[in-house]
């Protein structure tokens, strides 16, 4: 059950992760 969550949890992590490159890439655009 732990794997799981350390699975999910580093799903999560790489979602936001990618959201967060998606808004510096958009930043990068309005420049």
């Known amino acids: 059950m732990k794997e799981?969550?350390?699975?999910?949890?580093h799903y999560k992590?790489?979602?936001?992760?990618?959201?967060?490159s998606l808004?510096?890439?958009k930043l990068d655009?309005?420049?």
């Open 4 to 9: 799981v969550f350390r699975i999910i949890d």
């Open 23 to 25: 808004i510096n890439s």
């Open 29 to 31: 655009d309005l420049k």
């Open 13 to 20: 992590y790489d979602q936001s992760s990618f959201l967060f």
